[in-house]
């Protein structure tokens, strides 16, 4: 039962990950996609 809540809490946050990472260029235009590291 506990294995079973935490996968289903995993999944949850993955999925809002997910879908923050695809939405944050569309919210914020100076965020570009696969610049990483490029500012450091």
């Given at each position: 039962m506990?294995?079973?809540?935490?996968?289903?809490?995993?999944?949850?946050?993955?999925?809002?990950?997910?879908?923050?990472?695809l939405?944050?260029?569309l919210?914020?235009?100076?965020?570009?996609?696969?610049?990483?590291?490029?500012?450091?």
């Amino acid at each position: 039962m506990v294995q079973a809540i935490s996968l289903i809490i995993v999944g949850i946050f993955m999925l809002v990950n997910l879908v923050v990472d695809l939405l944050l260029p569309l919210v914020d235009p100076r965020v570009t996609l696969g610049t990483r590291g490029a500012a450091a």
